[in-house]
């Protein structure tokens, strides 16, 4: 959600917080802000409502070299997006910057009006830095200050202060992502909601547990501090060499369709990280029930899992959205497993239904993309997608490597039940996927051509029957996210049920076609081109009666996929969606009102 990146050091503050900041934008970007220290000793504060490229424009006049600075992006929650209600927050003498929500904030700010104390803002982070300034006054310690402060606010928040007076930035989280780390040579020093915006300077990032706080100064290793204020070992160690450098458009023009593009070889690479895969610690025996746990995108590729491991290992699964999950009262035994999908590993409701689990006594594995984050360190075991970094807000790679690797899942399971698996045959088909992904690639004329004639119609009915269904799911939000038009995902059956209603001449039906149930599927596309629905057919089995029907076609083969057809299917719903909302003139990388890590619930 919002980005936090701070800076003491050597090096210029201001570039090193706004390029840390950009390479952060795509998770938030309603409005922007960074606090300095300047030579006077005096912190000077600037804020912009929209993107960085705002705030950089504003402070393109600020000329000095700052040694200290913290920055923002923010993803409104309390208060609109405008420039008061923008980070950093101040109070005499220090600086704040926050992610999260701050679940009392109500009752804390009643608490501190009454006392006499103002506000700016409507946010909930200025509830903190009132917090700092009345502790201020009792306790001059600012270590001491700040942990009494996070003592009294709820709810799942990371807080970075810069401190005019001391020179230093101090860093607290719970359950909210926090790196920190230092140059080799004691230089500079970095702190950050995301490693990803830290990793060019530095080779070894600190990750501090909940209620350490972690305090950057000059010429000193970073302190891990205890409540207590005695030292901390509470923190992990990684090294930089995780975290992948490829974060560029290239050619493209934008990341989503960079990332669409780089599907065929990602799943080609994926045989070669399968290896390491296999070596990292698993189960030892079969769970009698598995829980799939996510949200959105990784949700549907929970139910594409679902799928896959039912009918491969005849283990029952369920599959919930965190949000639902984790308020259901889940009924689950230690016998069980509870696996969840995570691009990010930093989503909210993911991590709050990974702890329900823990406290449950039930294992966590994790299908996770970034190997650093707050899911991979809380989970019993991982694997990793291996999709690289994904900057586009719309996930599309991530999705079809979440949904490969649990497959992969799948296979690792038989092998526990004692069959023998063929990872030959995973390899072959995983290869014979990514051929069918260039192809469909190769014909993004006929995509662009389908997106032209359809994009102005007035609702998009994804449609798609078993294992297509989640592909269906995934299109339509697909084409929400980044088009702004109104798109449902259904089963094919169960349209007839009540959203026929809808179907009229200005509706499109995108209906996925598989071989299995074509008959059932022709059928539902009949009820909706006999309501004058307009029919676009995305499969193989080109019989007559399916040319006669359809408005729009793109025929496609995926018989030889099995399990993996709906991957190929889905690329399509990708283009569709991208060359749609290029008609419409969206943003497509950084979609309104949408941020790439939901850490907030
Ligand atoms: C949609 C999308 C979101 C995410 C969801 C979970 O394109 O990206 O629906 O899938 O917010 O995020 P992660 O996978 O990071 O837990």
Request: charged share 25%; with cysteine; net charge negative.
């Amino acid at each position: 959600m919002c980005g936090i990146v701070g800076h003491l050091g050597t090096f210029n503050s201001l570039s090193v917080v706004l390029d840390g900041l950009e390479a952060l934008e795509y998770r938030g970007y309603d409005s922007a802000g960074v606090s300095l220290i300047d030579r006077d000793g005096k912190i000077i504060t600037a804020k912009k409502e929209g993107r960085l490229t705002n705030l950089r424009k504003e402070v393109s006049n600020l000329k000095e070299i700052y040694f200290a600075g913290i920055g923002h992006t923010r993803w409104a929650t309390h208060g609109n997006v405008n420039k008061v209600n923008s980070h950093p927050h101040f109070g005499d003498g220090f600086s704040v910057v926050h992610n999260g929500i701050i679940e009392n904030a109500s009752e804390l700010k009643e608490e501190l009006i009454k006392e006499g104390y103002q506000f700016l803002s409507d946010t909930d982070s200025e509830v903190f830095v009132r917090l700092v300034e009345k502790i201020s006054k009792t306790e001059k310690e600012f270590s001491k200050v700040i942990f009494t402060a996070f003592s009294r606010i709820r709810g799942n928040n990371c807080l970075v202060a810069l401190n005019r007076d001391e020179r230093k930035i101090y860093a607290i989280k719970n359950n909210a992502p926090l790196a920190c780390g230092q140059s080799d040579d004691g230089t500079n020093y970095f702190v950050s909601s995301d490693p990803y915006a830290l990793q060019k300077y530095i080779d070894t990032i600190y990750f501090p547990e909940n209620n350490v706080l972690c305090v950057l100064s000059m010429d000193q290793e970073i302190a891990f501090v205890e409540p207590d204020l005695s030292d901390s070992n509470k923190f992990k160690t990684e090294k930089n060499s995780l975290l992948s450098s490829e974060n560029t458009k290239g050619d493209f023009e934008h990341y989503m369709l960079k990332e669409i593009w780089e599907q065929p070889n990602l799943i080609d690479q994926f045989k070669i990280h399968l290896e390491n895969e296999a070596n990292q610690k698993f189960l030892t025996t079969v769970p009698k029930r598995i829980a799939i746990v996510a949200c959105g995108t990784a949700y549907y590729a929970g139910l594409f899992a679902k799928n896959v491991i039912e009918s491969r290992c005849r283990i029952p699964v369920s599959v919930d959205m965190a949000s639902e999950f984790r308020y259901a009262n889940p009924v689950l035994d230690k016998n069980d497993l509870a696996v969840f999908i995570s691009q990010s590993g930093e989503t909210a409701d993911t991590l709050a239904a990974l702890h329900l689990c823990k406290e449950m006594g039930v294992k966590a594995l994790s299908i996770l993309n970034v190997a650093h984050s707050t899911i991979y360190r809380e989970s019993d075991f991982n694997l990793m997608i291996n999709a690289g970094p994904e900057i586009g807000v719309a996930s599309t790679k991530a999705f079809t490597m979440q949904c490969l690797t649990s497959v992969y899942l799948s296979e690792r399971l038989m092998t526990l039940m004692g069959e023998s698996v063929d990872l030959v045959k995973f390899n072959k088909q995983s290869s014979r996927l990514a051929k069918k992904i260039e192809e469909i690639l190769s014909r993004t004329d006929e995509i662009k051509k389908i997106a032209e004639s359809i994009h102005s119609l007035n609702g998009f009915f994804f449609t798609g029957r078993n294992k297509s269904f989640p592909i269906a799911l995934e299109g339509a939000l697909k084409l929400k996210e980044i088009a702004y038009v109104h798109a449902e995902g259904y089963a094919s059956g169960e349209l007839k049920h009540g959203p026929i209603a809808m179907i009229d001449e200005g509706v499109v039906n995108i209906a996925y076609i598989e071989n299995n149930l074509f008959e059932k599927t022709l059928s539902n596309i009949q009820e909706i081109k006999t309501r004058k629905g307009i029919i676009l057919t995305i499969g193989k089995t080109d019989t007559e009666e399916l040319k006669n029907i359809s408005d729009y076609r793109f025929p496609l083969d995926v018989d030889d996929l099995d399990d993996l057809s709906p991957l190929a299917l889905n690329v399509f719903g990708q283009l569709l969606s991208y060359y749609i909302a290029k008609h419409k003139g969206t943003d497509i990388d950084k979609p309104r009102n949408l941020a790439k890590s939901v850490t907030v619930e």
